[in-house]
Each structure stands twice: as structure tokens, then as C-alpha cells.
């Protein structure tokens, strides 16, 4: 093996420092030297590359530097860049059948090297993409072995990342957080290298925890991770990480920064050709269900009405829409793709015991309650006792019988004790629902509550229900421009168009959108905004804009 020219030394100096742009000038320094052609710098540009996110650019130059390294006699080096192929063919491009061939030059090739690093991570990328559970363990602790023989520990710490994510993937929590936990820990202890090592162990955590629902460890670790990207100049996190991490941001009701990040992973997943576009489109129509835009999420979702994750934002959006048969369909068809007491079925039976009793099926409900009781005994956190709790309050409300409220009352702390603002302010809403008939004023109290959580989330639609049982206790719903929060941003820019007085053909022609939409939008902001005719809503605007104006 040929020693490495002194560029690949500063390179990857560079990058290990997070300073992409320096890598960059060197390698053009070096190509203008005529120097470019060795497998390491080849290997060296497609990293760049990749950091850069010019994805073709990176591939051309890894399949250079492939058949560089071949023709060095480095077969090292070849089985790195193999395998990094195939990642990047399986994670970036979808291709499936090409991400296995070059995994199986890899292999082929490390029969004739001796024992080295590049064994483990061969076993760590085999085992990312393989869909048996237990396969897949049996890859990383293999990784594991071969890693701490090696001394490597960037491969170390990645692969307990990925071991600890996939046994909570696998509703082992509690084994695979603490593998999460001690790779993080190493990461702050200055014991891994690689800033794209770094990158991916905290979008292992990002995943696990969305998974598992845990934002409390999700929040500590972040606020850690902010430290080190900024310390060490990391680069924008990766598409996969972006879309977890989106996901987090969304139950923890930090919506405009799960906003931007969810939007950056569709765009991020658009450069590798939107293969897995998908997880990331479904969260970002998780997250408009949520703000009560469901047309944006119906959008959103065309396309993904097979895709399991997307079951539950389609089943929410039919939910809303009064077709409460169709929803309950959805859920029953996902539900039957997946193990009865497993925590990825719980979401579902939670939303599954709204449709039922939405739809006056209280036996159906009941059962949906019961299976989700057993998923929380199976997995006791604090996400799955609080929605059985819901579940039960919710059933005991309809049939008049047990205590309802000391249920709810669970509920709300554990989504509480969950940091899950949104189920947080949806259980106290039903839990006023309970108090409304022997303790009205309780009951308002309560609902208020609520309803203020429901506006700092700008939830549109729970805070119209929050605002309901308000009314319906007799309780004055206050019209204050914090209201108009809720709306959203076509709302808003047809409400400014109604107090100029257009009306709704004209609306629909400025806007570029069909009448029927443009009579759907009005009517949502007369009853956000409790107003009762287009002159109280020009009179709203002219209240609401600056004096200077």
C-alpha cells in the first residue's frame, strides 16, 4: 500500500475540524497540481462532496476511487469506498439492488486483507440495511467485537448509536437508551473523531427517541449537541437526521423549528432523489394535522395512502373531515401490518378510540382501549400509560360508569411528566369535558387552561374545541388578536383580503385558488375568530393593524 500524499493528511484534518470550504480549496489546489488522481484524494473529494450534499459528484468520485484503489493494489481502500457505496446507493438513492452488490464486493474483497477496522464497519453498514431484527443485532455487535480488537473508536461508539437505536426500535428502551447514552457521552469526552460519526450518533438518538417518545432525553442531549456543533464547526445534519429530528421537535410543540427542519429534509431527501422522502413528508403532515391545516397535509400525503407511518395523519385528516368509516379502515388496515402489542401500534389505538367514539361505537372503542392498556403494560413509559389512561377516561366519560376523572387526571400529568404539550392540553380538555356536569366551574377552569395551551401551539382546531366547551359551559370566550395566532398563513392572507372588502370570487382570483377553497377558509376564521359577518371581519383587521398604518 502506497503511503498517503500529504493532501490527504490536511484533508481529512479539515474535515475532522468541520472546515468543509478549507477541504475544498486544498482539493483544488492539489487538482491544479495534477495530483488528483490518487485513490486517497479521490476518496477525499467524494467525502467533500457528500459533505457539500452534491451527492452525484460524491458518487462519480467514490466509483473513481474505487477503480483507483484497484489499480494501486489497495484493497483497503477499495473496500472502504464499497462500502461506502453502498450506503450511499441505499440511504441516499434507494437503490437497493446496487447498494447489495457493492456491500457484496466489500465482502468479497476482505477475504484476501488481513484483519482490519474495515471489517467492523463492512458489518456496521450491512447490518443498517438489513430488515431482520435479529439479523441486524448480530451485525452490530459484531461491529461491536471487531471495533474494541481494532481500537477504533469512531467505529465503537457509531456502532453502539446504531445497536442501542435498533433495540428501541425493538422495545428494549431501557438496554438500548444506555448504549445511546454512553455513545453520546464519548462524543462529549472528545473520544470520537469524525464530525460525520459525531452527526450520526445524535441521529441515532434523534430516531430512538422519537420512537420511543422520549423528548426529555431528546431535549438534554440536544441542548449538549448544540454545544459541539458549534465548537466543532459540524456541517447541516444529514436528511435522515433532519427527519427524526423534525419529528422530536414536533411532540415537544416546538412547531416552527420542527417546521423548518421537516421541510429542509424533504428538500435534502429531493437531492438524492426523494427515495425516502417519504418519513419525512408524512411528519411534516403529522405536524399541519396537528396546526389544523389539513388540506397542506392531505397534500402532503398523496401518494403515501399505503405507507404505514402515514396511516395515522390520514386517519386524523378523514377524522376531521366527519368520514369517521374511513378512518377507522385506515387504522384497522395499519394496525393489522404490525405485532398487537407493540409500541409503534399505540398512536394508532389512541386515534382508533377517537373514531370509534366519534362514530357512536362504543364496543369498538372500548376494545381499542383495552388493546392499548396491553401495549402499555408491555412497555410501561410514560407516553403509553398516559394514552391508556386517556383511552380509559374517555370510555368511562360515554358509559357513565368509573372514575373518569382520576384517569384523566393521570393522563394529563403523564404527558406532563412526557413533555407532550399537545396530548398534555388535550387530556386536561377532556378531563373539563368529565367536570362539566357536577362541576361546571372546575370544568371551566380546565378548559381555559387548555385552551391557552392550545393557542401558544397554535393548534387550530383543538383550540375551536377548546373554545366550544367554553361556550358551552356558559364561559365568555375572549376575541383578542392573539387569536388570529391560530390561523394559518392563507388564513391570514385571506382575512387581509377580507378587510379590503373583496369578495369571494375576487378573493379566489387574487389568490389563485378555487372559490369553494376560498368559502372553506372564511368560514374557518369567522369561527376562530368568532365573528359573525365580513363586515366584523374588516372591522377585525382594521383594529388589528399598527396606528401608523
Known sequence: MAPQPEIVTEVNRLLRAGDVAGAHRSL????AAGGADRGAVLDCEARVAYLELD???GIDAWERAYAAYRAEGDDVGAVRVARMLGYMHGAVRGNGAVMSGWLA????????VDECPERGWVALTIGMFDSDRAHKEQRFRE???????SGDHDLEFLTLAYLGASLVHDDRPEEGMLLLDEALAAVVGNDVGDVLVVEDIFCQLFSACEHAHDVARADQWMRVGEAIAAKRHMPALV????????GVLTAAGRWPEADT????????????????QAGALVRLADLRVRQGRFEEAKALLQGLEHHTEAARPLAAIHLAYGDAASAADILDHALAQLEPTSSAAAPLLA??????????DVGCARDAADQLARCAAAHPTEYLKAHAALARGQICVVERNGDASACLRDAFAGFERARLPMESARARLAFANALAADRPDAAITEAKAALHAFEQLRAAREVDAAASVLRSLGARVPTTNAAAGVLSAREAEVLELLGYGLSNPQIAARLYISRKTVEHHVS???????????????????RSKPANK
Not at 464486493?105 to 484476501?112: I, S
Not at 461491529?143 to 480488537?149: I, N, Y
Not at 374557518?524 to 382594521?542: F, G, H, P, Q, W
Open 239 to 246: 436528511a435522515h437526521c433532519h427527519t427524526h429530528y423534525g
Open 351 to 360: 386515534l382508533l378510540v377517537d373514531v370509534q367514539l366519534a362514530s357512536g
Open 261 to 276: 427542519t421537516l421541510t429542509e429534509a424533504v428538500r435534502l431527501w429531493g437531492l438524492g432523489y426523494g427515495s425516502l
Open 28 to 31: 483544488g489546489e492539489c487538482e
Open 524 to 542: 374557518n376564521i369567522m369561527s376562530k375568530l368568532d365573528l359573525r359577518s365580513r363586515a366584523e371581519a374588516a372591522a377585525y383587521v382594521a
Open 55 to 57: 451527492f452525484d459528484r
Open 105 to 112: 464486493r466489500a465482502q468479497t474483497l476482505l477475504r484476501g
Open 143 to 149: 461491529a461491536l467485537t471487531l471495533s474494541r480488537a
